[in-house]
């Protein structure tokens, strides 16, 4: 076999590509940033969620870690079985994630 006659190597499966725009586009901000009545700032999510700052983190840090979330669940869910995990699972990710 030579060189050219070897199948193409794809870097990511079109199914984590995939999974992982679901979860760009299912989790951005929507509407405007809007304060309580108690001082807080507040945000709501494609998803449904209201995202907030709190007494140690701002509101930006809350939507990083919304979208990184969102995201590590959507490519766990559909990552090929045997990949080496640093986060064990009880349940099945795709569960997790609901």
Not at 18 to 41: F, I, M, N, P
Not at 58 to 63: G, S, V
Not at 65 to 93: K, Y
Request: glycine share 6%; net charge negative; hydrophobic share 45%.
């Amino acid at each position: 076999m030579t060189v050219h006659d070897a199948p193409p190597v794809v870097p990511v499966s079109a199914e984590m590509r995939y999974a992982k725009v679901r979860a760009a586009t299912d989790h951005t901000t929507v509407g405007l940033v809007t304060t309580t009545g108690d001082g807080r700032v507040t945000i709501a999510c494609a998803c449904g969620m209201e995202l907030t700052n709190g007494p140690t983190w701002t509101l930006d840090e809350h939507i990083r870690l919304h979208r990184a979330e969102a995201r590590f669940l959507a490519l766990a869910a559909v990552a090929p079985p045997g990949i080496p995990r640093l986060v064990t699972w009880d349940v099945a990710p795709q569960d997790a994630a609901r």
